[in-house]
C-alpha cells in the first residue's frame, strides 16, 4: 500500500522560511514523479512543484519560482520541499503526491497534508 | 497557463439521479485530462485520467469523456459516498491547472 507521510509545516513569519518533508513507503519511490500540491483554506488545488523520478528535471508554479526548491532523496524514499520568502498567500495545506509514471502527468497518490500558516 | 473552467459550480441531484459535471479546457489538451474527487478533511483521489481511463479501483459507474476542450464527467447511479467536490485537472502543459471544483451535494 502506498503511503505518504508529511511533515515540517506550521507558523511561520512572512519573509520566513519552511523545509517539508514526504516520506514514502509502500513503492519503488525512485521510478516515480513526485509532486507538491496545496490548497488553500476554502479553496481549490494549485500544483505547486514537481521533480522528476530521478530528480534531473524540476518544475515550478510562477508563484512560487525563486522562492521554493523541490528536491528528493532516493535513498531515503523521501520527498522536499524549501520554501523561502514566504508570504500570506503561501497559507494552504500541501499535499505530497505521487506520479503514475516518471514525469509530471496525474497524480495517483496523495498524503494527508501538512499545514504551512504565514503570519505576524 | 491553461485556464480550465468547470460548471457548474454546485450541483444538486438525487441519490440514483444521473449526474453530469463539465470542465473547458482554455486551449486544447488533447486527452491529457484528470478528474479528482475530494471529501471534506480528505485528500484528492484520482478518479479518472487519459479523459476516460478509470484510476485502479474506481466504481464503473463513474465515466469520463470527451476531447480537445471540453470534457464530462458522469457518475451513472451517485451512491452517498459519491456526494463531494470534483476537480479536473490537465497535463498537456506545466504547470498542470485545475479547475475551480463542482460540488456535487444531495437533492
Known amino acids: 500500500e502506498v503511503q505518504l507521510l508529511e511533515s515540517g509545516g506550521g507558523l511561520v513569519q512572512p519573509g520566513g522560511s519552511l523545509r517539508l518533508s514526504c516520506a514514502a513507503s509502500g513503492f519503488t519511490f525512485s521510478s516515480y514523479a513526485m509532486s507538491w500540491v496545496r490548497q488553500a483554506p476554502g479553496g481549490g488545488l494549485e500544483w505547486v512543484s514537481a521533480i522528476a523520478s530521478s530528480g534531473g528535471n524540476t518544475y515550478y508554479a510562477d508563484s512560487v519560482k525563486g522562492r521554493f526548491t523541490i528536491s528528493r532523496d532516493n535513498s531515503k524514499n523521501t520527498l522536499y520541499l524549501q520554501m523561502n520568502s514566504l508570504r500570506g498567500e503561501d497559507t494552504a495545506l500541501y499535499y505530497c503526491?505521487?506520479?503514475?509514471?516518471?514525469?509530471?502527468?496525474?497524480?495517483?497518490?496523495w498524503g494527508q497534508g501538512t499545514l504551512v500558516t504565514v503570519s505576524s | 497557463e491553461i485556464v480550465m473552467t468547470q460548471s457548474p459550480a454546485t450541483l444538486s441531484v438525487s441519490p440514483g439521479e444521473r449526474a453530469t459535471l463539465s470542465c473547458r479546457a482554455s486551449?486544447?489538451?488533447?486527452?491529457?485530462l484528470a478528474w479528482y474527487q475530494q471529501k471534506p478533511g480528505q485528500a484528492p483521489r484520482l478518479l479518472i485520467y487519459?479523459?476516460?481511463t478509470r484510476a485502479t479501483g474506481i466504481p464503473d459507474r463513474f465515466s469520463g469523456g470527451g476531447s480537445g476542450t471540453e470534457f464530462t464527467l458522469t457518475i451513472s447511479s451517485p451512491q452517498s459516498e459519491d456526494f463531494a467536490v470534483y476537480y479536473c485537472q490537465q497535463c498537456s502543459n506545466w504547470p498542470g491547472t485545475f479547475g475551480q471544483g463542482t460540488k456535487v451535494e444531495i437533492k
Open positions: 487519459g479523459a476516460s
Open positions: 503526491a505521487k506520479d503514475l509514471r516518471s514525469s509530471w502527468y496525474y497524480l495517483d497518490s
Open positions: 486551449q486544447s489538451v488533447s486527452s491529457n
